[in-house]
């Protein structure tokens, strides 16, 4: 099966073409994300988290390496090709919410598939079919100022999942919750990634959010410096492991209470 996402050589330097004064900010990193994977993205700061992200959401380009999605390369992706790509084959998390409050939190979710002029019916089909996935069917009709941080964040998770994207990026999507509200989202990602098949990248400092995940890759200095995999067993036994890497790395995490199943 073709991978969803593959990163060849991905290098990306900011700054002026003098050597002291360019910084790398990604160095020659490959990888790929299979279908169905839920991967996380962990490391300290400087890292190259937040920029690998960019290049992976067409936000930026690499200085050089290439980015694929199904096997297409992403390099030349322009104009209406390039809003239409993102709007159709990639669905966006963010730490904060980015929902427009003179909206329902229905209305936030469906401005992607009203954007592609997807049937009437049908949008009304799969706004329900999401929330009630994500628990938020009783608040859909609400504003995003009326709803709690985590109902807020689920509508988010929901507006990315709903146009059936090929890879759902999460930027820290816990970072502005509670602990409680981030256990429930972070359940609810994980549920759709394993019940419903869906493809997630999430980058995340917190260790208890990345014992979700299937597998971690760990950045430091713009490169890849470790990966872990959950063995399927219990995920308090994967966090311990997250947690040693990070200590090996020197890195920073929040380090939560150890989490129960």
């Not at 992607?112 to 049937?119: G, S």
């Not at 919750?177 to 394993?194: E, F, R, T």
């Amino acid at each position: 099966m073709m991978s969803v996402l593959q990163a060849l050589e991905l290098t990306k330097i900011y700054g002026g073409k003098a050597a002291d004064a360019a910084v790398t900010a990604l160095d020659h990193v490959t990888f790929a994300v299979e279908p169905g994977e839920f991967v996380g993205i962990m490391g300290p700061s400087g890292s190259g988290k937040s920029t690998l992200l960019q290049l992976i959401g067409t936000i930026d380009a690499p200085t050089s390496g290439e980015l694929l999605m199904a096997g297409a390369p992403l390099k030349g992706l322009k104009g209406e090709a390039l809003a239409r790509f993102r709007r159709t084959k990639l669905g966006f998390i963010f730490q904060e919410y980015n929902l427009l409050d003179s909206l329902t939190l229905r209305e936030n979710i469906l401005v992607t598939l009203a954007l592609e002029k997807v049937d009437p019916a049908e949008m009304a089909r799969r706004v329900e079919a999401v929330g009630a996935r994500l628990g938020i069917v009783e608040v859909l009709d609400r504003y995003p100022y009326e709803v709690s941080g985590g109902q807020r964040q689920r509508a988010a998770a929901a507006r990315a999942l709903i146009h059936n994207p090929a890879l759902i990026l999460a930027d820290e999507p816990t970072g502005a919750l509670d602990s409680k509200a981030a256990k429930a989202l972070m359940a609810s990602l994980q549920s759709l990634n394993q019940q419903d098949g869906a493809t997630i990248l999430m980058v995340t400092h917190d260790a208890l959010s990345a014992s979700y995940c299937s597998r971690i890759l760990f950045l430091k200095d713009g490169k890849i410096w470790n990966e872990l995999r959950s063995g399927g067993d219990r995920r308090s036994s994967f966090y311990q492991e997250i947690l040693d890497v990070v200590a090996a790395m020197g890195g920073e995490t929040l380090e939560p209470a150890h989490p129960r199943r």
